[in-house]
């Protein structure tokens, strides 16, 4: 019977996994409808997307049912759960997957009911367009938006090329410098010899340390042996 009772536990809890990555998937799909339907009908010279509605509504309604349904689940899950406080941690876990995706579903219907009920608005207090002016008027706006987008990436353009500009004077600079710092040694070689002297007097008192180092090691060894 124990047996049993694990097996049933294990089959309700695969199908609230299964059940959540469902709800998961269609809810990702619901958000981006509601901002396509609310991005789409801001404006009060276009019409509301009739069938995007539609959709929504279709949407919202299986969701509704499924987060009913996984409620459901939930509430079996917990009459069969096994003791344990790893059973009662999985059962909370699930019923506070639940309710983040009762409160994404909410929020996504509230948004899309305002923006519904400001189209509303929109639309009783301006008059119809008239028949045929409203594809003009898409054209248009289209049109508006392409010549925007152009002076978009013209004013990109134009600081790309001045940002090139400024790297090019800049490595100007950098060799005028160079070119500078090569006069200064030409016209001092006693300077370059003097370093040159400093360099090959520190590398001589270097092999001299290491030859008196190695002297001294060899005959405390030659002491320590004999």
């Known amino acids: 019977m124990a047996t049993m009772a694990g097996s049933t536990w294990e089959d ?18 619901f958000s981006k409808l509601g901002m396509s339907s609310t991005s789409s009908s801001l404006s009060p010279e276009t019409a509301p997307l009739i069938n ?13 049912q499924l987060l009913n349904k996984l409620s459901s689940i939930n509430d079996r899950m917990a009459d069969l759960a096994p003791s344990g406080t790893a059973t009662l ?19 996504t219907s509230v ?3 305002a923006r519904r009920e400001r189209e509303e608005l929109l639309r009783g207090a301006s008059p ?36 090139r500009e400024h790297l090019t004077s800049q490595r100007q600079a950098f060799k005028r410098m160079q070119t500078r710092f090569n006069d200064i040694t030409n016209r001092f070689p006693m300077l370059n010899s003097l370093i040159y002297r400093i ?28």
């Open 12 to 29: 309700v809890r695969k199908q609230a996994r299964l059940l959540e990555n469902d709800i998961d998937v269609k809810l990702v799909a």
């Open 52 to 64: 995007s509605d539609d959709m929504f509504d279709t949407m919202s309604m299986e969701l509704q």
């Open 89 to 107: 941690h999985t059962i909370k876990r699930h019923r506070e997957i639940l309710m983040d995706y009762q409160q994404e579903f909410q929020k």
């Open 111 to 113: 948004r899309v009911s």
């Open 128 to 163: 119809p367009p008239a028949a045929g002016l409203s594809r003009r008027d898409q054209y248009s706006k289209e049109a508006n938006h392409l010549h925007s987008s152009h002076i978009l990436v013209d004013e990109q353009i134009n600081i790309a090329m001045e940002a």
């Open 199 to 226: 360099n090959a007097r520190k590398r001589r008192d270097s092999l001299i340390i290491g030859i008196v180092v190695a002297v001294c090691t060899f005959l405390l060894l030659l002491y320590a042996f004999h």
